[in-house]
């Protein structure tokens, strides 16, 4: 018989930079690590590479428009938070059109541009991570294995 594959969920993270700084939104009202900033991100949906997810979750959480072409994929981390095991992409954004603004009020509720080692605000701890590796030259972590 065929052994079945094991599943998990896979998201994607956009780094998008101008300047040195790193652009951030604050989490509001989703139960989960609210008033922490972070970057753009979301789950893959399925039926979609994963550029292509993360083009989309750039463009509903900041109204900019990147292009699938335009994002490099820097880090990829390996979570287990709260019982949950899922794969993180992080990719960087190396052009885009728009000026960015709150797409989804009611997921976050700022919007800045702060340099990574000027961070004086909560960070999603995972995302922290990744940032500090892709600074680092280090394409991969995991986070949250007691292992």
């Known amino acids: 018989s065929k052994r079945e594959r094991f599943k998990h969920s896979s998201s994607v993270f956009v780094v998008i930079r101008k300047e040195g700084q790193i652009l951030w939104l604050r989490r509001s009202q989703t139960g989960w690590l609210d ?63 728009g000026n960015p603004r709150l797409g989804e009020p009611h997921k976050h509720d700022d919007l800045c541009w702060v340099r990574l080692d000027q961070t004086s605000f909560p960070v999603v701890p995972y995302v922290m991570q990744a940032l500090q590796c892709i600074k680092q030259g280090q394409t991969f972590s995991r986070y949250g294995w007691k292992c």
């Open 35 to 97: 008033g922490c900033y972070s970057i753009p991100a979301g789950a893959i949906d399925g039926g979609e590479p994963a550029q292509h997810a993360a083009a989309r979750e750039a463009r509903e959480e900041t109204c900019l428009d990147i292009q699938a072409c335009n994002l490099e994929l820097r880090h990829v981390i390996h979570c287990m938070t709260d019982g949950d095991e899922w794969m993180g992409h992080f990719f960087e954004a190396n052009k885009w059109t």
